[in-house]
């Protein structure tokens, strides 16, 4: 089931992380960031509605991509791995104050193609005093 699903009009599937070990070129309708509790219901309903999609988790487990979001780096090359997409959606929590500014400003730096992906935070998160309207990207 992982890393995506296609439509009948795209590319196809995949079945194991094996043919990511390369920059990933193609696009995806939805980016999932952090495929834990809620892909169990979202990557269905995905497959449901004929969207593609990738799916990332810490270890890289179940065929998903790995990816760690780290708020202290500034290493552009982990999102270079991840797929551009229509729709980022980060599942995971983001406590650190500037951490979602940073995590979308990195993303759409690694991007090589015109696509202009939108980006839903849907993990919880507790931003810490001293935050400004800028570090929300909701």
Same mark, same amino acid.
């Given at each position: 089931?992982?890393?995506?699903?296609?439509?009948?009009?795209?590319?196809?599937?995949?079945?194991?992380?094996?043919?990511?070990?390369?920059?990933?070129?193609?696009?995806?309708?939805?980016?999932?960031?952090?495929? !834990?509790? *809620?892909?169990?219901? *979202?990557?269905?309903?995905?497959?449901?509605?004929?969207?593609?999609?990738?799916?990332?988790?810490?270890? !890289?487990?179940? !065929?998903? *991509?790995?990816?760690?979001?780290?708020?202290?780096?500034?290493?552009?090359?982990?999102?270079?791995?991840?797929?551009?997409?229509?729709?980022?959606?980060?599942?995971?929590?983001?406590?650190?104050?500037?951490?979602?500014?940073? *995590?979308?400003?990195?993303?759409?730096?690694?991007?090589?193609?015109?696509?202009?992906?939108?980006?839903?935070?849907?993990?919880?998160?507790?931003?810490?005093?001293?935050?400004?309207?800028?570090?929300?990207?909701?």
């Amino acid at each position: 089931m992982y890393p995506f699903s296609a439509s009948p009009v795209s590319v196809g599937a995949q079945s194991s992380a094996a043919a990511w070990t390369s920059p990933i070129t193609m696009t995806v309708d939805i980016l999932i960031l952090g495929a !834990g509790w *809620l892909s169990t219901f *979202l990557i269905p309903l995905c497959n449901e509605r004929g969207l593609t999609y990738a799916a990332t988790t810490r270890d !890289g487990r179940d !065929g998903t *991509l790995t990816f760690v979001f780290d708020p202290s780096s500034d290493e552009i090359e982990t999102y270079c791995n991840l797929p551009d997409a229509s729709t980022v959606l980060i599942t995971f929590p983001i406590t650190e104050s500037g951490g979602p500014t940073k *995590l979308v400003n990195l993303y759409t730096a690694s991007r090589q193609s015109a696509v202009q992906p939108r980006f839903l935070l849907l993990g919880c998160h507790e931003p810490k005093t001293g935050v400004t309207t800028q570090d929300s990207i909701a």
